[in-house]
């Protein structure tokens, strides 16, 4: 997987020049200049770009996404962004000679207007979906592309608590980030997670933030071993990944039976249960069923993990 280290180039956004106050320019990160523009006001804005300071004296050309621009020579420049049109301009010694240096111009629109890159996980629940198996400070964000952005990118990544850097790593597609937190599971959390992603399709950037405690995203991984002894007690073990001791982090099950060829999402409930305890005697008349299990977090009523299921049929699990 690429890594994707979180360092301060991302804090501390420096500003750059634009010609009017139609649109804020500022520098993202190195080479990146963000013009931020808002509803109701004029498409085209001039950006001054730079090729720096130590080719001041020099026959400098640009070129945009590859291609001479007629016109822009020079350290300084000012370029004309139209509507999105942003790109990569890079500056040259001479039309076919050494590179110098490059900055990418891309457009991010007022907060007020739809974002269309990703899509919401479920209606009111935000872009980004965060999960976590335990509380040892590893977890893991995800997101999904609309339809017609499927080769968005990811640009950068925040993660932090109390301005705190904390290491995460982007998934090889780009469709999520893996993060591990230097904390001890007993310590108690007093401040939340922040996270937020810049994305862009070709010129066209977004923002997406989430604020989260870690203990809001647990949710214990799908309970292992399950079976059945003599055909009536089920049996099942905590998560490899769960905190010990299990006196301290304790786990409730709620298990379920539903109609044969039912899933354990089914509202046909034959029966409705919790336990604290890792097996449960069943006393139901039918010999074909499925029972369900899952597991959540009993001191904090957090979320639950996925079911797990077994098949009856007279005394057989499956």
């Not at 501390?12 to 109701?40: F, I, P, T, W």
């Not at 298990?255 to 919790?274: A, G, R, W």
């Amino acid at each position: 997987m690429r890594a994707l280290f979180l360092v301060v180039l991302y804090a501390g956004l420096c500003y750059a020049s634009s010609d009017s106050d139609q649109g804020e320019v500022e520098s993202l990160m190195d080479n990146v200049l963000v013009l931020k523009r808002s509803k109701g006001v004029s498409r085209e804005v001039n950006v001054t770009v730079s090729c720096g300071g130590a080719y001041e004296d020099q026959a400098v050309v640009w070129k945009k996404e590859g291609e001479i621009v007629p016109g822009l020579l020079g350290n300084d420049i000012k370029v004309l962004v139209k509507e999105l049109a942003g790109g990569n301009y890079s500056c040259h010694l001479s039309q076919n000679g050494e590179y110098l240096n490059h900055t990418v111009i891309l457009i991010q629109l007022d907060p007020e207007n739809k974002t269309v890159i990703l899509e919401e996980t479920s209606p009111g629940k935000g872009e980004i979906h965060c999960e976590a198996a335990n509380y040892n400070g590893s977890f893991n964000c995800s997101w999904t592309r609309t339809q017609y952005r499927t080769n968005a990118a990811v640009l950068l990544v925040k993660v932090e608590r109390k301005s705190v850097n904390i290491s995460c790593e982007l998934n090889a597609d780009g469709s999520g980030i893996q993060c591990q937190e230097n904390r001890c599971p007993f310590e108690e959390e007093q401040n939340s997670i922040s996270l937020t992603i810049y994305i862009h399709n070709f010129s066209l950037l977004e923002a997406y933030s989430k604020t989260f405690y870690l203990g809001d995203i647990v949710r214990p991984e799908t309970l292992p071993n399950l079976q059945l002894v003599d055909g009536k007690v089920f049996s099942w073990s905590y998560p490899e990944s769960w905190e010990v001791p299990r006196t301290y982090f304790g786990l409730k099950f709620q298990v379920k039976i539903v109609k044969k060829y039912q899933t354990c999402d089914s509202e046909e409930i034959i029966m409705l249960n919790t336990t604290q305890d890792t097996d449960y005697q069943v006393k139901v008349k039918s010999s074909k069923f499925v029972f369900c299990v899952r597991a959540q977090d009993k001191y904090t009523n957090g979320l639950f993990s996925p079911w797990s299921q077994c098949k009856v049929d007279r005394g057989n699990c499956s």
